[in-house]
C-alpha cells in the first residue's frame, strides 16, 4: 500500500484471502502513522516513513476484516476470508 499526504491505495476495496493465510502488508509512506487490523484478536501496527513490510497474523475464522488507518481515519481495505 502507499501512503501520499490524504490518499492511499488501495483505497475501501475488499481483497479475497484464505483462512490461515500468510499476510504481508507492503507499506511506502511519505510520513509515520498507524495500521489497525479489525481480527480477533485484534492487530496494531506501526510504520515509518519510507518503505517497509508488516507481518499480519492470519486470520483464523471466515468473514470479513476491516484494515483501517488511525492516522487518516479511514478503512483502507477488506480482507474476506474464506
Not at 488501495?10 to 490461515?20: C, D, K, Q, T, Y
Not at 500468510?22 to 492487530?43: F, K, M, N, W
Not at 510504520?47 to 479511514?74: C, N, W
Request: net charge negative; no cysteine; proline share 6%.
Amino acid at each position: 500500500m502507499t501512503f501520499s499526504g490524504d490518499s492511499v491505495t488501495p483505497n475501501g476495496e475488499l481483497i479475497e484471502v484464505a483462512v490461515g493465510q500468510r499476510i504481508e502488508l507492503d507499506v511506502t509512506a511519505d510520513a509515520p502513522g498507524e495500521i489497525h487490523v479489525h481480527s480477533s484478536p485484534e492487530q496494531e501496527f506501526e510504520y515509518d516513513k519510507g518503505s517497509s513490510t508488516i507481518a499480519v497474523a492470519p486470520i483464523t475464522a471466515p468473514g470479513r476484516v476491516e484494515v483501517e488507518s488511525h492516522t487518516l481515519e479511514k478503512t483502507l481495505f477488506t480482507l474476506q476470508a474464506q
